[in-house]
């Protein structure tokens, strides 16, 4: 058990250490960076896929129902970031946070938004398959936006994890709040301005999958959509 002055001391070496930095090309593991002022700069963008209201979910239907509703979204989830190339760095209760890199990594990640709206509708067309008479609904926001990241270690030994510092991992998690139930995806012009036409235009006759709005908490320009793609 550490004593006020031990943790004070800590604190202390902390802020006054100089920071060891290095530029990184994929997406670090927990062992890449140390405890101490260690960090990696890395070219990342950054997805956060959100289920909307659990709180009313657990409030008003039975523990095990919710159970299953989770399960199955952060394992679609999971299943579908991965076949996008997304490395996934954590899970938050209802939230899973993933990181893509390289040259199509914004595209990649929008894709997985639109795979993940497919995903939405498939779990709840199954959940009334098997509960006929329930009355719920699993809504969801996914937020991307891409950024420099500077990815340090926080915590103590044995409890500790990466810790992602930058516009993107901020303005994702944002993003994914956001309370629209009819566009289920949300990305910065940032991102928009570097997709490719396979992750912008979609139909017949083809057109932008993507509908531009105002985000007001930031004063900036952002792009919905409530297209869906199956994997």
């Given at each position: 058990?550490?004593?006020?002055?031990?943790?004070?001391?800590?604190?202390?070496?902390?802020?006054?250490?100089?920071?060891?930095?290095?530029?990184?090309?994929?997406?670090?593991?927990?062992?890449?960076?140390?405890?101490?002022?260690?960090?990696?700069?890395?070219?990342?963008?950054?997805?956060?896929?959100?289920?909307?209201?659990?709180?009313?979910?657990?409030?008003?239907?039975?523990?095990?129902?919710?159970?299953?509703?989770?399960?199955?979204?952060?394992?679609?989830?999971?299943?579908?970031?991965?076949?996008?190339?997304?490395?996934?760095?954590?899970?938050?209760?209802?939230?899973?946070?993933?990181?893509?890199?390289?040259?199509?990594?914004?595209?990649?990640?929008?894709?997985?938004?639109?795979?993940?709206n497919w995903a939405l509708t498939k779990i709840n067309t199954e959940l009334k398959a098997e509960y006929p008479n329930t009355a719920f609904e699993l809504k969801h926001s996914v937020g991307i936006d891409t950024s420099t990241l500077f990815v340090a270690k926080t915590g103590i030994r044995n409890s500790n994890d990466l810790v992602w510092v930058g516009r993107a991992a901020n303005y994702a998690a944002k993003l994914a709040s956001l309370p629209d139930a009819a566009y289920g995806a949300f990305i910065t012009e940032s991102v928009f301005n570097s997709l490719s036409d396979e992750s912008k235009y979609g139909g017949n006759p083809r057109r932008s999958m993507w509908e531009k709005m105002q985000w007001s908490e930031r004063n900036t320009a952002i792009y919905k959509s409530s297209w869906y793609w199956k994997p």
């Open positions: 058990m550490k004593t006020a002055d031990e943790i004070t001391a800590e604190v202390k070496e902390i802020l006054k250490t100089r920071w060891s930095t290095r530029k990184g090309t994929k997406v670090p593991e927990p062992e890449d960076v140390t405890l101490g002022n260690d960090a990696v700069y890395i070219e990342g963008t950054v997805l956060y896929a959100d289920m909307a209201d659990s709180t009313a979910l657990v409030n008003g239907f039975k523990d095990w129902f919710a159970a299953e509703v989770y399960k199955s979204y952060l394992v679609a989830a999971s299943h579908i970031i991965r076949n996008n190339s997304g490395e996934i760095t954590a899970f938050d209760g209802d939230r899973i946070m993933a990181v893509y890199v390289g040259s199509t990594k914004n595209s990649s990640a929008a894709k997985t938004s639109l795979q993940l």
